[in-house]
């Protein structure tokens, strides 16, 4: 157990339809940051939040988008689903948000199936 | 465009023999490199790094190889053992980026035959 918990593990849906992974990072981490991962490909970064605020924005789609709460858990939010959606979400966490933080601590991660 | 590459999707290595990743980018301003192992319904674990300023770095059975002017750096596993059957990413970052930088490649699956 990484000490980063994801919610769902699992997620089947309908394209045009919205979820929410949730995510809650290691204790004492007040950075989370989402990635893809689709089939055959490597991670992609998608959002970083430091301490309820959004620090970094890499290639996330404007249907999605994510929060982070004071008690540091974050959602992501996905609408609007295409097939092309179908992935694997990790959620990862760090202590700190700025150069230096390369150290991640990963979730176990969703996998949505857009069907 | 791919910044970090790992040309092998899968790797059979016998149990007892050298696993040896690698791992190509093509961005000069990366100088921090990671390795994570992922196991299956898991996420990926860190495993080793290394800075552009040094050439190798070891950790136990683990040892990362970083050659600069060929942008180029491998994982040597020494000896093999079936726990290492897992996919592997290579990582890459600007020293000033953070993890927000990462740039991850597709993985390699390693599997260690008994």
């Known amino acids: 157990d990484s000490g980063v918990t994801q919610t769902p593990k699992h997620l089947i849906t309908a394209t045009g339809q919205r979820v929410t992974l949730r995510c809650s990072p290691r204790?004492?981490?007040?950075?989370v940051y989402w990635y893809q991962q689709s089939l055959d490909q490597g991670l992609q970064f998608l959002i970083q939040?430091?301490?309820?605020?959004?620090?970094a924005k890499g290639n996330i789609l404007e249907r999605f988008s994510a929060q982070q709460f004071p008690d540091l858990h974050s959602e992501l939010n996905l609408s609007s689903l295409e097939l092309g959606d179908s992935a694997l979400y990790f959620c990862?966490?760090?202590?700190?948000?700025?150069?230096?933080?390369?150290?991640?601590?990963f979730g176990a991660g969703s996998r949505l199936t857009v069907l | 465009d791919q910044q970090v590459k790992q040309n092998s999707p899968s790797l059979s290595v016998q149990e007892g023999r050298i696993s040896i990743l690698n791992c190509d980018y093509t961005?000069?301003?990366?100088?921090?490199f990671l390795w994570y192992k992922k196991y299956p319904a898991e996420g990926p674990t860190f495993l080793i790094s290394?800075?552009?300023?040094?050439d190798k770095n070891e950790d136990g059975r683990f040892t990362v190889f970083l050659n600069k002017s060929a942008k180029h750096l491998s994982l040597h596993i020494v000896p093999s053992q079936p726990g290492d059957s897992a996919v592997y990413f290579c990582?890459?970052?600007?020293?000033?980026?953070?993890?927000?930088?990462?740039?991850f490649g597709q993985g390699t699956r390693l599997t260690i035959n008994p």
């Open positions: 990862a966490s760090s202590v700190g948000g700025g150069p230096g933080a390369n150290v991640l601590t």
């Open positions: 204790s004492g981490d007040l950075s």
């Open positions: 939040y430091y301490n309820g605020e959004e620090r």
């Open positions: 961005n000069s301003m990366f100088d921090y």
């Open positions: 290394i800075s552009s300023i040094k």
């Open positions: 990582a890459a970052t600007p020293a000033w980026g953070g993890a927000q930088k990462l740039v």
